[in-house]
């Protein structure tokens, strides 16, 4: 059969940092093609709505297929899988992905008709699954696992038996020029573990993996780095080298066949300290830039979005990633109860370190504990704002006000880090991208003021609602985490990890799921 894969267009985070390729719709597209389909990707954060319109009207794609790892892409796929209908009414549309995974009723009845399934959990074992029972039997899709419908529901979602079965179609992106992460342009996207062991009450990673954790072999991540022509790395990892051990060994792989890249990757502070040889060992390989999720600077902070790490280490950590000499990142939460005085603190703070400073909304959402526990209503149900960029629970400034401060406190961001003061930094890098063609981070720099304005900000709360999302349950206490999984949990046998890991993991998450 003809198939199309689709991923929705940007959110406004991608609009200036970064534009990376999409890599769980790879690993989909690529199991597809392995069952025999002639398969195409398209990607909107690279190309538009009329070429889609123009692929989908001359190649004619027999299934079409969204991938929806973002809340907030809902109505724009929603629109998409409308008007794929409308103009190949014989065409089967589903979505799958992240998100979809976690509103698969509400989007089937937004698509009112236009949607013939969703399909949740990892898509390399059900889509060829599904394509299958769509060539055969189109009333059988429902026994395909995590097949979503109005009239019913599959067995639970299978995982993929081996990661290392499926790596992702690359081949099929024809932009790949434009994927980009700051100074690494251009970047590919490359994945050494999946899921992740702690249980934090505002991420949906580890309830989509039922806290599952399992990685790809040292030789067969060698040989993906080997094979991808970007110069430039993101790992999509929750948490870089979680089991140390996995780390070395790629790295010593890595050094042996002598590849040279440049890294980004996102671990915990407490990892860092923890395998402190490893990120050493992978700075003499490249690595560039570490992203730590700090989330707090008060204790009072951490223990809100349920982090077990004290302070201390995450201060210690902070001095150790500098220590490397590579360029450090860290998000922080901004909670929508947050002061003048509590932004002023901030900023202050933000301008006293060398680190970049990214600062989220606090954001409940499905498929988190908070969305189940959490108490303020929500003051929309746009799901168009749910990008953590915007506040979707009632502030205690007036909203123009919050904005005007948020933004405010991210231009510490834009002036250490962006514009001229990052052109004298890396001006010569920047030359170097210009005479290979790579425009991506120059014109990343003068981006921000243009995307980032509290003006913006409240024009999209005034936009009109088409779709929108359910309300969160009745607010509990005590919730039983387990009715958050998509993935069906394995315990410990399910975590790729050793035991003294699995231990420290223990003492630093705050659940008390298995
Ligand atoms: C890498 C990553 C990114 C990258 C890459 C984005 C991209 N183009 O794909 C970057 C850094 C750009 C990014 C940005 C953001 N991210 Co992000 N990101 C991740 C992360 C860590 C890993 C995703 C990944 O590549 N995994 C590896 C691949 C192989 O897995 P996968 O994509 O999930 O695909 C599998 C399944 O989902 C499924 N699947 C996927 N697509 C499809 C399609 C079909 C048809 C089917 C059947 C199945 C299927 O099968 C795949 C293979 O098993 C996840 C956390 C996580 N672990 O999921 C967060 C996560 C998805 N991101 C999140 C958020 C909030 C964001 C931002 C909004 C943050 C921000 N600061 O603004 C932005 C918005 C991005 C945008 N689209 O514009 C949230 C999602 C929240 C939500 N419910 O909406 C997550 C879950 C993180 C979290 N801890 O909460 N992100
Ligand atoms: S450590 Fe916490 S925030 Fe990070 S991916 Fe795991 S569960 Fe999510």
Redesign the pocket.
């Known amino acids: 059969m003809k198939f199309l894969a689709v991923h929705p267009g940007p959110l406004m985070y991608t609009k200036i940092y970064l534009r990376l390729e999409p890599l769980g719709l790879e690993m989909v597209a690529q199991a597809v093609r392995q069952a025999g389909h002639e398969v195409r990707l398209i990607d909107l954060q690279a190309d538009t709505w009329k070429d889609y319109l123009a692929l989908i009207t001359t190649w004619k794609p027999e299934v079409v297929a969204f991938g929806c790892n973002y809340l907030a892409n809902v109505p724009e796929i929603v629109d998409l899988a409308k008007l794929t209908k409308k103009e190949l009414p014989n065409c089967f549309v589903f979505v799958g992905g992240h998100s979809a995974s976690f509103v698969a009723k509400d989007f089937l009845e937004h698509g009112n008709g236009a949607i013939d399934c969703v399909l949740k959990g990892e898509g390399e074992v059900a889509a060829p699954k599904l394509l299958m029972a769509v060539e055969q039997d189109r009333k059988a899709i429902t026994k395909v696992p995590g097949v979503v419908t109005l009239d019913g529901e599959g067995p639970p979602p299978q995982f993929i038996e081996n990661l290392d079965d499926v790596r992702p179609a690359r081949d099929l992106l024809r932009n790949r020029h434009k994927y980009f992460i700051g100074v690494l342009d251009p970047c590919a996207s490359v994945e050494f573990a999946r899921g ?5 009450s ?5 309830t989509f993996y039922g806290r599952s954790y399992r990685m790809v072999s040292p030789e067969k991540a060698v040989e993906e780095l080997e094979q991808v022509q970007e110069p430039g790395i993101f790992l999509v990892d ?2 870089a080298f979680i089991q140390g051990k996995q780390g070395m060994e790629i790295g010593e792989a890595v050094a042996r066949r002598g590849i040279k890249k440049q890294y980004y990757m996102e671990t ?1 502070g407490d990892v860092l300290l923890r395998n402190k040889e490893v990120f050493q060992f992978w700075k003499t390989l490249g690595l560039q830039y570490m992203f730590l ?1 700090v ?1 707090a600077i008060d204790a009072e902070g951490l223990k809100m979005h349920r ?1 077990r790490i004290s302070l201390g280490k995450n201060f210690e950590a902070l001095e150790f990633a500098r220590s490397l000499g590579i360029t450090v990142a860290i998000n922080l939460i901004a909670d929508p109860d947050w002061d003048r005085q509590r932004f002023e603190v901030i900023r202050q703070w933000c301008l006293e370190i060398p680190e970049i400073v990214n600062i989220s909304v606090n954001t409940p959402y499905p498929g988190t504990e908070s969305w189940l526990t959490e108490s303020r209503k929500l003051h929309t149900r746009d799901y168009r704002l749910f990008d953590i960029q915007h506040a979707v629970m009632p502030t205690k400034m007036p909203l123009p006000e919050f904005y005007a401060e948020l933004v405010k406190t991210q231009q510490v961001l834009n002036k250490k880090h962006l514009g001229w003061a990052a052109l004298k930094g890396t001006a010569k890098i920047a030359a170097g991208h210009l005479m290979k063609g790579q425009t991506n981070f120059i014109k990343m720099l003068w981006k921000f003021n243009s995307v980032y304005n509290p003006e913006l900000q409240m024009a999209d709360h005034r936009r009109p609602v088409t779709y929108e999302m359910a309300m969160p349950p009745e607010k509990k206490d005590k919730i039983d985490p387990k009715q958050l999984f998509i993935l069906p949990p394995k315990g410990r046998q399910g975590r790729a990890i050793d035991d003294a890991t699995e231990t420290f993991v223990d003492e630093t998450r705050m659940g008390t799921v298995v």
């Open positions: 992740c062991p702690w249980d934090c505002f991420c949906s990673a580890w929750d948490v915990r999720g989330e982090k």
